[in-house]
């Protein structure tokens, strides 16, 4: 799925992770961007991160997380 994050723009809604930061375990969303570029973003920011929207039967032009 498409999500759009607040700071970052347009994604690819990849997968839930978890990853061991500094000897704690985190689950993740993982996004993925234009490029090949990825974000880790953990779950308890979820409320960053929203469903895209747009028409019905395409695909939008994901963010180059560069650009920022």
Request: net charge negative; glycine share 8%.
């Amino acid at each position: 799925d498409y999500v759009v994050h607040a700071a970052h723009g347009v994604a690819f809604f990849r997968d839930i992770v978890r990853q061991d930061v500094s000897g704690s375990e985190r689950d993740y969303l993982l996004l993925e961007y234009a490029e090949g570029d990825k974000l880790y973003v953990p779950v308890e920011q979820l409320d960053r991160v929203t469903r895209y929207v747009g028409p019905e039967g395409s695909s939008p032009r994901l963010t180059r997380r560069s650009e920022e």
